[in-house]
């Protein structure tokens, strides 16, 4: 059993910068491939980046490439996204989730495990 906690969200204007942190529970934190996932309003909820459990190889979707940094400190328990020029829309609530062996990173119902969730607003 792994529990997500997000955090780090809040209000920014476009072009400002955020860290997120996604602290894990348990003992197998390391076994884990980790990703974060967003929801704006009336959107499906889509792919932002991933990291398999060792910390590298990571995934980004293209909308955020080059923008966004993800890692992972196993020692912590915890994964981080670095959002930088940032945009209206990325707007939305972002979730990390956890899956033991990722197969399809985009795939959000592939993963087992996911946390509740912190809004991120970037205003214009």
């Known amino acids: 059993q792994v529990q997500l906690v997000e955090s780090g969200g809040g209000l920014v204007q476009a072009g400002g910068s955020l860290r997120l942190s996604c602290a894990a529970s348990g003992r197998t934190f390391s076994s884990y491939d980790m990703a974060w996932f967003r929801q704006a309003p009336g959107k499906e909820r889509e792919f932002v980046a991933g990291?398999?459990?060792?910390?590298?190889?990571?995934n980004y979707a293209g909308s955020v490439k080059g923008r966004f940094t993800i890692s992972r400190d196993n020692a912590k328990n915890t994964v981080y996204l670095q959002m930088n020029s940032l945009k209206p829309e990325d707007t939305a609530v972002y979730y990390c989730?956890?899956?033991?062996?990722?197969?399809?990173?985009?795939?959000?119902?592939?993963?087992?495990?996911w946390g509740q969730g912190t809004q991120v607003t970037v205003s214009s």
């Open positions: 990291v398999v459990s060792s910390g590298a190889p990571t």
């Open positions: 989730a956890a899956k033991y062996i990722v197969s399809r990173w985009a795939d959000w119902g592939d993963y087992d495990y």
